[in-house]
């Protein structure tokens, strides 16, 4: 081959990759792969975790744990809170049960998939309890039906653990770096640690 023809099979080499690399640029993710990405990574998560997946809500009031101590997680499969995992680490005391139009004050920590923290609403990090308004309609509010639907299980003084899928997250809510963001418009999964510090 002669210097000429190895420089245009050169050429021709690089425009192909090139070509095909400004072509993935402009793939997209449909919503249908967004769903599986997630479905995926909330596998790997309840695998490396050893989280047993419960039918039903076990009856006690302490931290649901199975016979290896194992934390066990309850899996909404209808209602408007389908796809979220319940895990309860303490239920609270009295019997009053969160509705709607009342005042939750809250304390959280919510970390995507991988483990990153993205929001610390935690005693550490805040002095006051967040707080927001019950709303069985909420689709898109701040505190999605996922986030909300975690707080009726709960009394005062409770505590939970919940995975909340993309479609029933939150929005519009600020970030430990300031930034405001949307796990429902981002498509991102979240893995939130959750406490009932009151009611009104």
């Given at each position: 081959m002669t210097p000429i023809n190895r420089i245009r099979t050169v050429v021709v080499t690089l425009s192909t990759a090139l070509i095909a690399a400004l072509s993935s640029c402009g793939d997209t993710m449909t919503y249908s792969d967004y769903q599986d990405k997630e479905e995926e990574s909330i596998e790997n998560f309840i695998k490396a975790k050893k989280i047993s997946i419960a039918g039903s809500m076990p009856e006690t009031d302490g931290e649901w744990l199975?016979?290896?101590?194992?934390?066990i997680y309850f899996l909404y499969t209808s209602g408007k809170s389908k796809g979220l995992y319940y895990h309860q680490i303490k239920q609270g005391e009295g019997e009053t049960i969160p509705q709607d139009n009342w005042t939750a004050y809250i304390r959280y920590a919510g970390y995507d998939m991988s483990g990153n923290m993205i929001y610390n609403c935690t005693a550490q990090y805040a002095p006051d309890p967040q707080s927001f308004k019950l709303n069985s309609k909420a689709s898109e509010a701040t505190y999605g039906i996922g986030f909300q639907q975690a707080v009726r299980n709960m009394r005062v003084g409770g505590k939970c653990k919940v995975i909340i899928p993309f479609n029933i997250g939150n929005s519009d809510?600020?970030?430990i770096k300031g930034h405001v963001t949307s796990d429902a418009a981002e498509y991102r999964t979240m893995y939130y640690e959750i406490e009932l510090v009151g009611l009104e």
């Amino acid at each position: 081959m002669t210097p000429i023809n190895r420089i245009r099979t050169v050429v021709v080499t690089l425009s192909t990759a090139l070509i095909a690399a400004l072509s993935s640029c402009g793939d997209t993710m449909t919503y249908s792969d967004y769903q599986d990405k997630e479905e995926e990574s909330i596998e790997n998560f309840i695998k490396a975790k050893k989280i047993s997946i419960a039918g039903s809500m076990p009856e006690t009031d302490g931290e649901w744990l199975n016979g290896e101590g194992n934390e066990i997680y309850f899996l909404y499969t209808s209602g408007k809170s389908k796809g979220l995992y319940y895990h309860q680490i303490k239920q609270g005391e009295g019997e009053t049960i969160p509705q709607d139009n009342w005042t939750a004050y809250i304390r959280y920590a919510g970390y995507d998939m991988s483990g990153n923290m993205i929001y610390n609403c935690t005693a550490q990090y805040a002095p006051d309890p967040q707080s927001f308004k019950l709303n069985s309609k909420a689709s898109e509010a701040t505190y999605g039906i996922g986030f909300q639907q975690a707080v009726r299980n709960m009394r005062v003084g409770g505590k939970c653990k919940v995975i909340i899928p993309f479609n029933i997250g939150n929005s519009d809510n600020t970030t430990i770096k300031g930034h405001v963001t949307s796990d429902a418009a981002e498509y991102r999964t979240m893995y939130y640690e959750i406490e009932l510090v009151g009611l009104e």
